[in-house]
């Protein structure tokens, strides 16, 4: 299973950004989806994860109301959108797919 991140970038605080995995496979409706990040000197965190077929969606605290996971099976990709961005949340965000495979990571950083 290959995961590739996009949608990462610069944007001010208060700012908005979307965030994509697309799966290589096609047995992608079947995954547990997941977003983690990290900053550099810190272990990654889980930030939230969705069921195989979308209907559960856990958050951590820090992102509850700000963040939305959601996929498309369809498509095999998951996203994150992600709202009121903070500087706390700069960091590199990486997708799951169970508990194996991973992306590589895309960066996003909240600056003004």
């Known amino acids: 299973v290959q995961l590739v991140e996009s949608g990462g970038g610069l944007v001010q605080p208060g700012g908005s950004l979307t965030l994509s995995c697309a799966a290589s496979?096609?047995?992608?409706?079947?995954?547990?989806m997941s977003w983690h990040r990290q900053t550099p000197g810190k272990e990654r965190e889980w930030v939230a994860t969705i069921a195989s077929s979308g209907g559960i969606r856990y958050y951590a605290d820090f992102v509850k109301g700000r963040f939305t996971i959601s996929r498309d099976n369809d498509k095999n990709t998951v996203y994150l959108h992600m709202n009121s961005l903070t500087l706390e949340d700069t960091a590199v965000y990486s997708c799951r797919a169970g508990t194996n495979y991973w992306g590589q990571g895309t960066q996003v950083t909240v600056s003004s």
């Open positions: 496979t096609l047995a992608f409706s079947t995954f547990t």
